[in-house]
């Protein structure tokens, strides 16, 4: 029940904490999901089994997708907070 004594303190605190929500959420989708981009270029590189829908566009093309996809998700996550120092920023 200690929860509640912050619910003014949220309150008052809505727009910033919603920023740092809508920060938040597409930070960790991104680095969530690199992980599994670069999983999926090695085991095409390793001819193991992949997602379905990549086996479907072929070897080639496959891997230049996700190559392509790789930078994405930090690329956009740095691009909403160009004011912000990300630490994700690719040079």
């Given at each position: 029940?200690?929860?509640?004594?912050?619910?003014?303190?949220?309150?008052?605190?809505?727009?910033?904490?919603?920023?740092?929500?809508?920060?938040?959420?597409p930070?960790?989708?991104?680095n969530?999901?690199?992980?599994?981009?670069?999983?999926?270029?090695?085991?095409?590189?390793?001819?193991?089994?992949?997602?379905?829908?990549?086996?479907?566009?072929?070897?080639?093309?496959?891997?230049?997708?996700?190559?392509?996809?790789?930078?994405?998700?930090?690329?956009?996550?740095?691009?909403?907070?160009?004011?912000?120092?990300?630490?994700?920023?690719?040079?």
């Amino acid at each position: 029940m200690g929860w509640w004594r912050m619910v003014p303190y949220f309150w008052s605190e809505r727009k910033p904490i919603a920023l740092a929500l809508g920060l938040l959420v597409p930070v960790a989708f991104g680095n969530a999901l690199q992980p599994l981009l670069l999983g999926q270029a090695v085991s095409l590189m390793r001819q193991e089994p992949i997602l379905p829908w990549l086996q479907q566009l072929g070897a080639t093309s496959s891997l230049k997708l996700l190559i392509g996809l790789l930078p994405w998700p930090r690329i956009w996550c740095c691009k909403g907070c160009s004011a912000i120092r990300c630490k994700a920023r690719v040079s």
